[in-house]
C-alpha cells in the first residue's frame, strides 16, 4: 500500500511520468476492468491527512515504486506513484529540473502564474520544474486544491508539486523564488504601517532563502511595496548575491507600451527601449524619452509632448485604478503574464538594441542614483539568468526631475524599515501617499 500524507507543515509530491504513459496507464486499468480506490480523507488528531491506493486493486507493469519514492513518503494522490523513465526518449532531452518557489500561492495571481510554469511556457518546453507553494495557515486547504488542479491538468514537465506554511521547507534548495504573498493595505491604514506589516514578512522570507536556497537563486518580489520589500529581503539574505533580488515593474512597462502603440496607432511588438524608473508606486517615471516605435525616438512619431509629459505619464501611473473601478479588483492575469515576462527577459537574450525594466539594487549603477536601493532601471541580459545595466541611455531635466522625485520617496521608505535592514531606528518621514491603488 502505497501511502499519501498530508500535513499542514508540508507536503510533497513527487511525478516521474509523462501525460502519455498516464495515458497509458489508464487505459490499461480500463481494459482489465480494474479500479483505483482511494480511502476517503480523514483528519488523525494530530492534524495529518492520510490517503491510499489500495496495492491489491493496482496492478501497473510500467509503473514501479523507486527506492526514492519509497523514502518519501508523503506524497499527493496519482503522485504516489513514480515511473521508470529511463526508456523514455523524450526526457533524454530534458534540462536538469530546477526548484521554483511560489509565495501567496492560493492567490488570484499565482492562480494565473502557476500553470504558465508547469506547461513550459516560462522556461521553456525540455525544462522539467519541481512547484514548492508557500501560504498561511488560513490558505493551507486552498492550497491542496492548487495542488489537485496541477494533478488533473497532466503536465509532463511539472515533476513534483509540494506545499507548506513553513518558508524553510519551501524554499529548501529554490533556483527561483517568486514572492508575490502580501498582506493588503486595509481601512485607515497608514502606509508607514504597510511596509512595517509587509516588511517584516519579506525580513522572515530574506533569512529564510539566505539560510537554505540556493546560493544563486533568483528572487522575484511582486508583493507591495515591491521595491522596499526586496530591500528588505536581500538586505536579510547577506549570502545571496544582491544582484539577484528583483521587484517587478515589468506590468508598467507593458501599460507604457501598451498606451504608447495606441497613441501611434500601432500594435505593441513595434514599440521598444522603454524604460520604468524608480518606485512601483505613483512616482514610477515611464521614459518615453528613450523609447522607440518602429525604431525612430517616440518624439518624432507622437509629436505631442504635453501629452506625453501629463497624460501618457498619469495613465500608466494609475493605470491599476482605473482597472479597479472597471473590474472591482486589481490586476491578476496581467500582473501574472507580467511575471512571465520578466523571467523570461532573464533567462532568454535581450534583442540586439533594446532592453526591459527591472527593480535590481543600485550599488555601482552609471545614472547617479542613491546607492542601496531597489530602483527600476533599464536591463539587458545574455539568457543566463543575469543582467547589465544599460549605459546607452540619454536623460533630459523632465526626466532627471521625475527621476529624483521617486528617489525621495525610496530614500524615505528605507528610512521607515530601517529596523528590518539592521540600519538602525525607523524613521517615518514619507513625503507623500502614493500608493498603488491595488495596494488599498
Not at 253 to 273: P, T
Not at 402 to 423: D, F, P, Q, Y
Request: glycine share 6%; aromatic share 6%.
Amino acid at each position: 500500500m502505497a501511502v499519501a500524507e498530508l500535513s499542514p507543515s508540508y507536503t510533497k509530491t513527487t511525478i516521474h511520468s509523462s501525460s502519455s504513459q498516464l495515458s497509458s496507464l489508464l487505459s490499461t486499468h480500463l481494459s482489465n476492468h480494474r479500479r483505483l480506490s482511494l480511502r476517503s480523507l480523514s483528519r488523525t488528531q494530530n492534524g495529518r491527512v492520510f490517503c491510499s491506493v489500495v496495492s491489491n486493486q493496482v496492478q501497473a507493469p510500467v509503473a514501479v515504486q523507486s527506492e526514492e519514492a519509497k523514502k518519501k513518503p508523503e506524497c499527493y494522490g496519482v503522485f504516489c506513484l513514480t515511473y521508470d523513465l529511463k526508456a523514455e526518449d523524450e526526457t533524454k532531452s530534458w534540462k536538469k529540473l530546477i526548484n521554483i518557489a511560489v509565495s501567496g500561492a492560493a492567490g488570484m495571481i499565482s492562480n494565473h502564474l502557476l500553470f504558465k510554469l508547469a506547461s513550459g511556457e516560462v522556461f521553456g518546453p525540455n525544462q522539467p520544474i519541481a512547484l514548492k507553494l508557500l501560504g498561511s495557515e488560513r490558505s493551507f486547504q486552498a492550497l491542496e486544491g492548487v495542488a489537485m488542479e496541477l494533478e488533473d491538468s497532466l503536465f509532463p514537465l511539472l515533476r513534483e508539486v509540494s506545499i507548506s506554511i513553513d518558508p524553510y521547507d519551501v524554499f529548501q534548495d529554490v533556483d527561483w523564488a517568486l514572492l508575490i504573498g502580501a498582506k493588503p493595505r486595509g481601512p485607515g491604514m497608514e502606509r508607514a504601517n504597510l511596509l512595517d506589516l509587509n516588511g517584516k514578512i519579506f525580513a522572515d522570507q530574506g533569512k529564510a532563502l539566505n539560510a537554505v536556497a540556493s546560493r544563486n537563486v533568483k528572487v522575484l518580489v511582486v508583493g507591495n511595496p515591491c521595491n522596499t520589500n526586496a530591500l528588505i529581503c536581500l538586505k536579510n539574505a547577506p549570502n545571496i548575491p544582491a544582484k539577484n533580488f528583483h521587484a517587478l515593474t515589468r506590468l508598467d512597462e507593458n501599460r507604457a507600451k501598451c498606451q504608447l502603440a495606441l497613441a501611434a496607432g500601432v500594435f505593441y511588438d513595434k514599440v521598444s527601449n522603454v524604460t520604468i524608473w524608480g518606485n512601483h508606486s505613483t512616482t514610477q517615471v515611464p521614459d518615453f524619452l528613450n523609447a522607440r516605435i518602429n525604431g525612430l525616438p517616440v518624439k518624432e512619431v507622437i509629436n505631442d509632448v504635453k501629452w506625453l509629459e501629463k497624460e501618457f505619464t498619469e495613465k500608466v501611473q494609475k493605470r491599476g485604478g482605473v482597472l479597479i473601478q472597471k473590474w472591482g479588483r486589481s490586476s491578476a492575469a496581467s500582473t501574472s503574464v507580467s511575471i512571465v515576462d520578466a523571467i523570461r527577459s532573464l533567462v532568454t537574450p535581450t534583442p540586439e538594441g533594446d532592453w526591459f525594466s527591472s527593480g535590481v539594487y543600485t550599488k555601482g549603477n552609471p545614472y547617479g542614483i542613491a546607492e542601496d536601493l531597489v530602483f527600476s532601471m533599464p536591463c539587458r541580459s545574455k539568457g543566463d539568468g543575469d543582467y547589465e545595466l544599460v549605459k546607452d541611455v540619454i536623460f533630459d531635466d523632465y526626466l532627471l526631475n521625475r527621476i529624483r522625485k521617486s528617489e525621495a520617496e525610496l530614500l524615505a521608505e528605507k528610512r521607515c524599515v530601517a529596523h528590518l535592514t539592521g540600519e538602525g531606528i525607523a524613521v517615518c518621514d514619507l513625503p507623500e501617499d502614493t500608493m498603488l491603488p491595488g495596494e488599498m
